[in-house]
């Protein structure tokens, strides 16, 4: 257990963040990772906006449920797993959700000492 205020700042990072149909962030998680994403975040929300209103007056029922999903994502990753979670979640589709890229400055989280070593940052460990 690390003891003390030292952390590790990872840099070269991006965000991506979907925002699509309610029942659909299982599949964009999968195939998500199945490109090398290593985990994502999801969460629920309500969305409405003007294509929701065009749409009712067609006749057409949009569910305004959504799940976002946030997955950070190494930049030499980044438009590989775009690429493959557009095509996966249909966003070619009116209606389907929306998706983007927000290079991130900086993030930290725990890393165990031995994975930040595979990566040539080294830590001492505190006892």
């Known amino acids: 257990m690390s003891v003390g ?9 991006t965000l991506l963040t979907a925002v699509v149909q309610r029942g659909t962030a299982d599949m964009v998680v999968r195939v998500a990772m ?3 994403a290593q985990g994502a975040t999801v969460f629920h929300a309500h969305g409405s906006g003007v294509r929701q209103k065009s749409m009712g007056i067609l006749g057409l029922t949009v569910d305004t449920e959504k799940e976002v999903i946030y997955i950070v994502v190494p930049n030499e990753q980044a438009d590989h797993i775009f ?10 589709t009116p209606g389907m959700g929306i998706l983007w890229l927000s ?6 989280t ?3 000492q031995d994975i930040a070593a595979r990566f040539g940052v080294h830590t001492e460990r505190r006892e």
């Open 34 to 36: 199945e490109a090398g």
């Open 83 to 92: 690429e493959r979670v557009f095509v996966a979640a249909k966003m070619d």
């Open 110 to 112: 725990h890393i165990p």
């Open 5 to 13: 205020n030292e952390f590790i700042v990872l840099t070269g990072v």
């Open 103 to 108: 290079k991130l400055e900086k993030m930290a």
